[in-house]
Nanobody
Framework: VQLQASGGGLVQAGGSLRLSCAVSGRTINNYNMGWFRQAPGKEREFVQGIRWSGSVTASADSVKGRFTVSRSVAKNMIYLQMNSLKPEDTAVYYC??????????????????WGQGTQVTVSS
């Protein structure tokens, strides 16, 4: 399976972006899907995910109430809607797929497939 993330860019604080992740190879309802981010000098951080069943996981406390993951099975894509962006949201954002459907949905080690990442920069 291959993943292609897009939609990143430069936005002012308080603005919004929607990231997309196009998945090819198998349909996304076979996978747990996740969004992660990594800021310079920091570890990769789980943002939010969506299970193979379509249920949305809990989000990281840092983005709760601002970010929402969704998917389109018809388009084989997942999305991350990011609202009320803050400078601390600046990072490279990655989408990932877990074909084993691990219960540890927030663990990067559960995901065997990763997209290339898309840069999000939030200016103050």
């Amino acid at each position: 399976v291959q993943l292609q993330a897009s939609g990143g860019g430069l936005v002012q604080a308080g603005g919004s972006l929607r990231l997309s992740c196009a998945v090819s190879g198998r349909t996304i309802n076979n996978y747990n899907m996740g969004w992660f981010r990594q800021a310079p000098g920091k570890e990769r951080e789980f943002v939010q995910g969506i299970r193979w069943s379509g249920s949305v996981t809990a989000s990281a406390d840092s983005v709760k109430g601002r970010f929402t993951v969704s998917r389109s099975v018809a388009k084989n894509m997942i999305y991350l809607q990011m609202n009320s962006l803050k400078p601390e949201d600046t990072a490279v954002y990655y989408c990932a797929a877990d074909g084993r459907r691990s219960v540890a949905v927030s663990s990067a080690g559960s995901y065997g497939y990763w997209g290339q990442g898309t840069q999000v920069t939030v200016s103050s």
